[in-house]
């Protein structure tokens, strides 16, 4: 029980961080770039809202409903780590708490306003925010770790 317990502790940090990272830098944003862009070379600083969910998509739902329907992919998401974190390595667990700290983040911003404030530019894509950034990152590392072989006790 220990080691489930530390973890799961590992996760809900790593979540924590995540999620705080991203909601500091979302007020700075809207404190520091209101009409302003940050010209920083291949990306750019510059303040936009999101009224839909990934590329804007929704954008025509209630508030309400895409709130609900993102609290409850959290909620789903929160479950599974809970679930896998004992059995897990430390890096998946990291990548776990990346992606529910982004998923919460963006949650708990849009449950202000009804929109999701990004802030981060590249011309190329369309504008995004750190817990975007930890959402897909962590969903990335954790594909990776699932897709490669596993190793059995001869190999190790």
Known sequence: MPRARA????VLLAALAAAAIDLGAKAASEAQLAGSTVDLGVLRLRLAYNSGVAFGMGDELPVGVIVAVTAVIC???IAYAWRRAPDAGWVERIAGGAVIGGAVANVVDRARDGTVTDYLHTGWWPTFNLADTFLV?????IALLHARPERTADQA
């Not at 973890?7 to 590992?10: D, E, G, I, K, T």
């Not at 990152?137 to 590392?141: A, K, Y």
């Open 75 to 77: 909620l789903a998401l």
């Open 137 to 141: 990152t962590g969903f990335i590392v």
């Open 7 to 10: 973890s799961r502790a590992l």
